[in-house]
Structures are given as C-alpha cells and as structure tokens.
T-cell receptor, first 115, second 113 residues
Framework: AQSVSQHNHHVILSEAASLELGCNYS??????LFWYVQYPGQHLQLLLKYFSGDPLVKGIKGFEAEFIKSKFSFNLRKPSVQWSDTAEYFC?????????????FGQGTTLQVKP | DSGVTQTPKHLITATGQRVTLRCSPR?????VYWYQQSLDQGLQFLIQ???????AKGNILERFSAQQFPDLHSELNLSSLELGDSALYFCASSFRGEYNEQFFGPGTRLTVL
C-alpha cells in the first residue's frame, strides 16, 4: 500500500532562515507527487507538483522540491522563509498506475516562522 | 478561492444522527473527491466520483455513503454518527483523475456531541 512519511511534525524558524521539509513515500510504480499548504483557517492549496521530467520542481511563493527516485523522496525547500509562510504543509502521492486520482497524504508538518 | 464550494461550513449534531454534506466542484471538473481530516488520522481519502460514477474508495466507513449527481455536485452522507466522526471534511475536484491537480474546498467542520 502507498504511504507517505513526513519527518518533521513541527518546525520553528526565524524569518530569512532556510527551510527544508522531508517527505518520503513508499510506492513501487510511477508516482505523481505534490506539496499542499494549509494556512490557518483556510483550505488546502497546491504549492507544487511533480508528474515527470525535471526532478527539480519550482512552485509558487518561492518554494521548490526535488524528486529523488532512488531515495523515494520529495523534499520541499525554500531559501528564505517569511512570517507569512506560517502554515501546515502536506506532502502527497498519487499512484499513477491505479487510474484514480486519490491522494495519499503525509501527516503534515506545522511550520511556525517567528518575525 | 479555489472554485470548489462546500456547505454547510459548520455542523453540530448528536450521536446517532445522520447528516449530509454538499460539494459543488469547479466549473468543468468531472471528478470529485472526499477527504476526512482529523487530529488522530490526519488527512484521509474517503471516496472519488468521476462523471457520476464511483471511481475509487478509500477508508470510508460503511455508515458513510456518497453520490455524484448529473449536475456533478456531490453529497456525502454520514449516518449513525459517533463522537469519532467529528472532523473536517474536505471536498476536492479535478478535471479528470490521475495526472490532474485537485482543487480543495473550504471544508465542512462536523462536530458530533
């Protein structure tokens, strides 16, 4: 069965610090990978996605992620965080061979950025 | 605003009751997904409909059921409610299914007392 593991449950950073959130998945076939963000009181929004091609994916708001197939990882990065990045971040996998679009989410990482 | 609407925003009910959550997908989207977000289980996929037909099932209890209507809106029915059903229920939509990103609605917060 597919699963997603996010290593950090709660991360606290100061503004301008660099961010890296870990995400590992378990699935043997072709996968599509996503990072979603949930700002306080809001719905999930897509930050970036990987379907194929360049394993370094750039998303919105200066976020990027790197797909490393050999490590089953899809870590999220941002060189310099802002207070407005305070939110919960979810990594998700969509199994390409299952012919459905269901997303399997990790448990989420709460990011708190101190001004 | 993702274009996906959900009603109601909040729902408070008692154990043993039945409720219906409603979702309208983005214009043009054919797939609707339901997810449950709770503190202990995280975000879990419940069920997917594509153009009126069930496409995939996840960890959905037998007390729960869903359908997608000809106008593509969807309803999630939860019956014989238990305290543990208290959660945030999200609906998402996409154009088709796989290889399409999903757009999430604002969610319905269900509280079972």
């Amino acid at each position: 069965a597919q699963s997603v593991s996010q290593h950090n449950h709660h991360v606290i950073l100061s503004e301008a610090a660099s961010l890296e959130l870990g995400c590992n998945y378990s699935y043997g076939g072709t996968v599509n990978l996503f990072w979603y963000v949930q700002y306080p009181g809001q719905h999930l929004q897509l930050l970036l996605k990987y379907f194929s091609g360049d394993p370094l994916v750039k998303g919105i708001k200066g976020f990027e992620a790197e797909f490393i197939k050999s490590k089953f990882s899809f870590n999220l990065r941002k060189p310099s965080v802002q207070w407005s990045d305070t939110a919960e971040y979810f990594c998700a996998v969509m199994g390409g061979s299952s012919n459905t679009g269901k997303l399997i989410f990790g448990q989420g990482t709460t990011l708190q950025v101190k001004p | 605003d993702s274009g996906v609407t959900q009603t109601p925003k909040h729902l408070i009910t008692a154990t043993g009751q039945r409720v219906t959550l409603r979702c309208s997908p983005r214009s043009g989207d054919l797939s609707v997904y339901w997810y449950q977000q709770s503190l202990d289980q995280g975000l879990q996929f419940l069920i997917q409909y594509y153009n009126g037909e069930e496409r995939a099932k996840g960890n959905i209890l037998e007390r729960f059921s869903a359908q997608q209507f000809p106008d593509l809106h969807s309803e999630l029915n939860l019956s014989s409610l238990e305290l543990g059903d208290s959660a945030l229920y999200f609906c998402a939509s996409s154009f088709r299914g796989e290889y399409n990103e999903q757009f999430f609605g604002p969610g319905t917060r269900l509280t079972v007392l």
